[in-house]
C-alpha cells in the first residue's frame, strides 16, 4: 500500500469525491480551529481536495496557502482559489518561504503509511512559527486499511501521541466525532489540535 494509490485514485474521482465532500458542514471543527489564531492568520491546507476549506477560510478573512498531491483536484480547487494560491505538490516536497499560523489537514494526513507519519509531521512542524496549530484528522482504529484503491492508516489517542514524538508538535487536545456525510455516522474519526513547541 502507498500514498501513490491514493493520488491515483484522486485523480481518477476527482469529480465523485468533490461532489460527495464539497457540500458537507464543517462548522463544528472550524469552531475547534479557527478560534485559535491570530486576525487574518495565514493557513496552509495541507491536503486540500477541491478547495472547500480553503474557501471558507478565505471568506473568513483568512490568508490562505493550499496543496494537494492530486492533479486533478489542484485543478479543482485553483478553480476556485485561484492559481497562485494552490500548489501541486506532496506533504514532504511542500515548502513555505515565510512560516504560517497554522496548518490544517482534514482527512489528508491519513493516506500516509505509518512509517512516513512523523517525517511528515517533523516536515510540517517546520513550515510554521512557534506555537503555531494544527488540526488533522485520522479514521479512529489501529490498523492500516485499504478501500476503493485507497490506502487508509488509522489511528487512536495512544498511537497518535507515539507518533508526534519528537516531531516538533505536542497535543493541546484529541476529540472524535462521527463522519458528517450522510448514511456515514457510523464512521469514527480522532480529531487532534497541535501545538509547535515544548509545553
Same mark, same amino acid.
Given at each position: 500500500m502507498s500514498l501513490q494509490n491514493s493520488i491515483s485514485y484522486y485523480n481518477e474521482n476527482a469529480?465523485?469525491?468533490?461532489?460527495?465532500?464539497?457540500? $458537507?458542514?464543517m462548522s463544528a471543527l472550524?469552531?475547534?480551529f479557527l478560534p485559535l489564531l491570530p486576525?487574518?492568520?495565514?493557513?496552509?491546507?495541507?491536503?486540500?481536495?477541491?478547495?472547500?476549506?480553503? $474557501?471558507?477560510?478565505r471568506a473568513q478573512g483568512f490568508q490562505v496557502t493550499a496543496f494537494d498531491a492530486s492533479e486533478a483536484l489542484v485543478a479543482k480547487a485553483r478553480a476556485q482559489l485561484g492559481q497562485d494560491t494552490v500548489?501541486?505538490?506532496?506533504?514532504?516536497?511542500f515548502e513555505v518561504t515565510t512560516p504560517a499560523d497554522a496548518i490544517w489537514a482534514c482527512a489528508s494526513l491519513l493516506h500516509v503509511v505509518p512509517?512516513?507519519?512523523?517525517?511528515?509531521?517533523t516536515h510540517l512542524a517546520?513550515? #510554521?512559527?512557534?506555537? *503555531?496549530?494544527?488540526?488533522?484528522?485520522?479514521?479512529?482504529?489501529?490498523?492500516?486499511?485499504?478501500?476503493? *484503491?485507497?490506502?487508509?492508516t488509522n489511528l487512536n489517542e495512544v498511537i497518535l501521541?507515539?507518533? #508526534?514524538?519528537?516531531? *516538533?508538535?505536542?497535543?493541546s487536545k484529541t476529540w472524535r466525532t462521527?463522519?458528517?456525510?450522510?448514511?456515514?455516522?457510523?464512521?469514527?474519526?480522532?480529531?487532534?489540535? #497541535? $501545538?509547535?513547541?515544548?509545553?
Open positions: 469529480e465523485t469525491f468533490h461532489a460527495d465532500t464539497a457540500g $458537507v458542514d472550524y469552531a475547534e486576525e487574518n492568520a495565514h493557513i496552509i491546507d495541507a491536503g486540500c481536495g477541491s478547495g472547500r476549506d480553503a $474557501v471558507a477560510f500548489q501541486h505538490c506532496t506533504f514532504l516536497s512509517s512516513q507519519l512523523p517525517q511528515t509531521f517546520a513550515q #510554521l512559527k512557534p506555537n *503555531g496549530i494544527m488540526y488533522c484528522s485520522f479514521k479512529y482504529g489501529t490498523d492500516q486499511t485499504e478501500r476503493s *484503491g485507497r490506502t487508509f501521541a507515539e507518533t #508526534l514524538q519528537n516531531t *516538533g508538535f505536542r497535543i462521527s463522519d458528517a456525510r450522510p448514511g456515514r455516522e457510523h464512521e469514527q474519526w480522532l480529531n487532534a489540535i #497541535l $501545538v509547535k513547541g515544548d509545553k
